[in-house]
């Protein structure tokens, strides 16, 4: 008896370590049909496919691009930082783009928030397991960028520079 995956997402046929088939199934849609139209027990769904345009790691992959992403949950991994704290040392970033961040953080279980019972109240936000997991590479990243900015630089004066900007 064969198996199709029935949603349309165009994802490989690799299971992904770690996540189990409810949890990937939930989160995409995906439920593995036999012929009959009848779920197949156990089955594990396809591994996502970013490269597919209705794979939901896309959501994912938009929320680590994001520079603000990157540069708050930096900071946050250090130690737990109060909403004042975090807006006072991103230069840049504003009180709305700060709360959309870190509520989009907190709901990708990247951070948690903590009210702190002080007057007046204020919040405390901290990484989570799987937030560190994340951070590590998000490190990584941010070395790079800090190593190769010079070249990165010099790259776009001649780019520019030959008239095609």
Same mark, same amino acid.
């Given at each position: 008896?064969?198996?199709?995956?029935?949603? !349309?997402?165009?994802?490989?046929?690799?299971?992904?370590? !770690?996540?189990?088939?409810?949890?990937?199934?939930?989160?995409? &849609?995906?439920?593995?049909?036999?012929?009959? &139209?009848?779920?197949?027990? !156990?089955?594990?769904?396809?591994?996502?496919?970013?490269?597919?345009?209705?794979?939901?790691?896309?959501?994912?992959?938009?929320?680590?691009?994001?520079?603000?992403?990157?540069?708050?949950?930096?900071?946050?991994?250090?130690?737990?930082?109060?909403?004042?704290?975090?807006?006072?040392?991103?230069?840049?970033? $504003?009180?709305?783009?700060?709360?959309?961040?870190?509520?989009?953080?907190?709901?990708? &279980?990247?951070?948690?928030?903590?009210?702190?019972?002080?007057?007046?109240?204020?919040?405390?936000?901290?990484?989570?397991?799987?937030?560190? $997991?994340?951070?590590? $590479?998000?490190?990584?990243?941010?070395?790079?960028?800090?190593?190769?900015?010079?070249?990165?630089?010099?790259?776009?004066?001649?780019?520019? !520079?030959?008239?095609?900007?």
């Amino acid at each position: 008896m064969s198996a199709t995956f029935m949603n !349309g997402l165009q994802c490989g046929m690799v299971s992904i370590p !770690g996540i189990g088939a409810t949890d990937m199934a939930a989160a995409s &849609g995906l439920v593995k049909k036999a012929r009959n &139209g009848n779920p197949v027990p !156990g089955a594990e769904p396809p591994r996502p496919n970013p490269y597919a345009a209705a794979c939901p790691t896309r959501l994912l992959l938009d929320r680590i691009g994001d520079k603000w992403t990157v540069l708050v949950l930096g900071l946050i991994c250090e130690n737990p930082r109060r909403f004042n704290a975090l807006r006072r040392e991103i230069e840049g970033l $504003t009180q709305k783009m700060l709360a959309q961040t870190l509520r989009a953080l907190e709901r990708d &279980g990247l951070i948690t928030r903590t009210v702190l019972p002080t007057a007046p109240v204020s919040v405390e936000y901290a990484v989570t397991p799987l937030g560190l $997991t994340l951070a590590a $590479t998000l490190e990584e990243l941010q070395r790079w960028a800090r190593e190769h900015i010079g070249e990165v630089l010099g790259a776009q004066r001649r780019y520019d !520079g030959q008239g095609r900007s």
